[in-house]
């Protein structure tokens, strides 16, 4: 089975810090997503990979970036995190395919005091 | 710009019964996959099933069907013989455009009654 694990489930952080969240998958996948999930506005892509180093932005970029530097592992960073970034952070992988689907995380719900 | 819409932010069902859950969508694509996920409480995001815009024939997967209309771009979910494990947000996705991102809908929160 395919496992993309996220390296924190609950997460609090304060204001003006700088957040990491990880996220690795097991699949070989060359396509990598971050989303947003906030309710009432469903899964909100923030940042993609589809290729180590390579990154592009998505619907909401704005307030984060991403790294990936090895094939299975993609990093999103709150550079100066902010209460308005207080969410469910999802990530997931897939294939380069448009019949593949998307295999998600677990998530990461992180808390901006 | 690709948009999905679920029209129903809740919907219930008594168990065993069948329910179907509203999907439109937009698009310029003529070649994309439609996918519907369920999110459990506090459980990870899965596939339910997934249709080829060029395949007519709707796809089954065991209790889950979809009814594909692609002149009207629509793409609801029946869930059949409901039971209480089918408690869960479903989200209704297209994919189409560049690097092959998924557009999804805001969810539908699924109540089982028993």
């Known amino acids: 089975d395919v496992k993309v694990t996220q390296s924190s489930r609950y997460l609090v952080k304060r204001t003006g810090e700088k957040v990491f969240l990880e996220c690795v998958q097991d699949?070989?996948?060359?396509?990598m997503f971050w989303y947003r999930q906030d309710p009432g506005l469903g899964l909100r892509l923030i940042y993609f990979?589809?290729?180590?180093?390579?990154?592009e932005k998505g619907d909401i970029p704005e307030g984060y970036s991403v790294s990936r530097e090895k094939k299975e592992r993609f990093s999103l960073i709150l550079e100066s995190a902010s209460t308005n970034q207080t969410s469910m952070y999802l990530c997931?992988?897939?294939?380069?395919?448009?019949?593949?689907?998307?295999?998600f995380g677990d998530g990461t719900r992180l808390s901006i005091l | 710009a690709q948009t999905v819409t679920q029209s129903q932010p809740e919907m219930s069902v008594q168990e065993a019964e069948t329910v179907t859950l509203s999907c439109t969508y937009d698009?310029?694509?003529?070649?994309?996959?439609l996918f519907w996920y369920k999110q459990p409480p506090s459980r990870q995001m899965i596939l339910v099933i997934r249709?080829?815009?060029?395949?007519?024939q709707n796809a089954t997967e065991n209790r889950f069907s979809v009814n594909f209309q692609k002149a009207a771009k629509s793409f609801s979910l029946k869930i059949s013989d409901s039971q209480l494990g089918d408690a869960a947000m479903y989200f209704c996705?297209?994919?189409?455009?560049?690097?092959?991102?998924?557009?999804f809908g805001k969810g539908t929160l699924l109540t089982v009654n028993p």
């Open positions: 997931a992988s897939s294939f380069p395919d448009r019949n593949q689907p998307q295999h």
């Open positions: 249709q080829e815009a060029y395949k007519q």
């Open positions: 990979s589809y290729d180590v180093k390579m990154k």
């Open positions: 996705s297209h994919s189409g455009g560049s690097n092959y991102k998924l557009t």
């Open positions: 699949m070989d996948h060359e396509n």
């Open positions: 698009t310029s694509e003529s070649d994309y996959y």
